[in-house]
C-alpha cells in the first residue's frame, strides 16, 4: 500500500510540473513532417535557471528533430513492454519507460538491456547476471550504447516488437528535461564529467537485470544518467542529485528532482477529425 501511495504522489507531482510549463506556452506553430501534424508550441522562460542556461533546447533549433543538447536527459514514462498487459501497466505506473543521456554531437547515451527487435533475451540475461566486471568485447551486445537521438523522428520498423503498440515513432509521450546549473561559469565542465562518464560506459559496461545486485560495473537507464551527475560531485562544490530517495532510481525521481527542469514536452493526440496529431512544447 505504501508503494502504491507514492507511485500515485509521484503521478500527481508530475502532472503538476507538467502543466505548469505547458501552462507558459504562448505562440503556436502547425508545420507537416513525416507525413504527420507537428503542432509546435513556444513556451517562455520565466524562472532564473531557465533564463540563465541560454542554450537551444534541441539539437538543431531549425528542424526541431532531435531533442535535448549535450548533459541533457530524455525521458519516457511508457514502459518496453507494451505486449506485456499488466506489467507493462505497473512499470509504467511505478518507475517509467526509458531514460537516456544526450551526449554529443547529436549522440544519446543509454543502458536498455534490449535485443535489436525490441525483446528480451533470456539466455542473455542469464549470462550478463553471472558475468562480473565490464563486458570489454560487447559479447552480448547489451552494454551501455552511443547511438544518434532518434527520439522524436520515425526509426521503429514493422517488424519491431512495439510497432503495433507505439508505431514508427519511439514513445507518444516524451520529456526533455535540463540539469540546473548554479555557476554557469562550471557548466560546461560539469557537463563534459557527466557526459564523459557513460562515455567511458559504452560497448563495456552491462545492463544491470538486477536492479540493487551487482551495481559497481552494470547499469540500466536511469542508473546511468543519475550515476553520470552524481560523480560530478566528486572534487566539486557541486551537489547533483537526480535520484533523492536513494533506491532504484526512476524516470519519476529524475524529472521530480529539484535539481532538473523541463525544457521539451511531446504528446500525440487524436484530434476531432480522427487523425493523429503531434504537440511538442518547448523553452524557447
Known amino acids: 500500500?505504501?508503494?502504491?501511495?507514492?507511485?500515485?504522489?509521484?503521478?500527481?507531482?508530475?502532472?503538476?510540473?507538467?502543466?505548469?510549463?505547458?501552462?507558459?506556452?504562448?505562440?503556436?506553430?502547425?508545420?507537416?513532417?513525416?507525413?504527420?501534424?507537428?503542432?509546435?508550441?513556444?513556451?517562455?522562460?520565466?524562472?532564473?535557471?531557465?533564463?540563465?542556461?541560454?542554450?537551444?533546447?534541441?539539437?538543431?533549433?531549425?528542424t526541431r528533430h532531435y531533442p535535448g543538447v549535450e548533459g541533457d536527459t530524455l525521458l519516457t514514462f511508457e514502459s518496453p513492454f507494451p505486449y506485456t498487459p499488466v506489467v507493462h501497466e505497473m512499470l509504467s505506473f511505478w518507475l517509467g519507460g526509458h531514460a537516456a543521456l544526450v551526449g554529443r554531437d547529436n549522440q544519446i547515451l543509454q543502458s536498455t538491456g534490449m535485443t535489436a527487435n525490441g525483446l528480451l533475451d533470456l539466455n542473455t540475461m542469464a549470462s550478463v547476471v553471472l558475468h562480473r566486471g565490464y563486458d570489454e568485447t560487447n559479447q552480448y551486445g547489451v552494454s551501455v550504447q552511443k547511438i544518434t537521438n532518434y527520439w522524436m523522428v520515425p526509426y521503429r520498423g514493422t517488424t519491431h516488437a512495439e510497432y503495433p503498440y507505439y508505431g514508427k515513432y519511439y514513445r507518444p509521450e516524451i520529456f526533455a528535461v535540463r540539469t540546473k546549473f548554479r555557476d554557469q561559469t562550471t557548466r560546461q565542465e560539469h557537463i563534459n564529467s557527466a557526459v564523459d562518464f557513460a562515455l567511458d560506459k559504452v560497448d563495456r559496461g552491462l545492463y544491470n537485470y538486477l536492479f540493487i545486485f551487482d551495481t559497481q560495473d552494470k547499469f540500466y537507464c536511469t542508473d546511468l544518467v543519475t550515476r553520470a551527475w552524481a560523480q560530478v560531485n566528486t572534487g566539486s562544490d557541486s551537489n547533483y542529485n537526480l535520484d533523492k530517495d536513494g533506491f532504484i532510481p526512476s524516470d519519476y525521481d529524475i524529472l521530480l528532482s529539484d535539481d532538473v527542469y523541463i525544457t521539451i514536452y511531446k504528446e500525440t493526440i487524436i484530434n476531432e477529425e480522427g487523425n493523429q496529431e503531434i504537440h511538442v512544447y518547448y523553452l524557447d
Not at 500515485?8 to 507558459?24: P, V
Not at 501534424?37 to 541560454?54: G, N, P, Q, S
Open 1 to 62: 500500500m505504501y508503494s502504491i501511495g507514492v507511485s500515485t504522489y509521484e503521478n500527481i507531482k508530475k502532472n503538476e510540473k507538467l502543466e505548469e510549463f505547458k501552462s507558459r506556452a504562448y505562440e503556436s506553430e502547425t508545420v507537416t513532417k513525416f507525413g504527420d501534424t507537428y503542432v509546435y508550441h513556444k513556451v517562455a522562460r520565466v524562472h532564473e535557471w531557465e533564463i540563465a542556461d541560454d542554450r537551444d533546447v534541441f539539437y538543431d533549433p531549425i
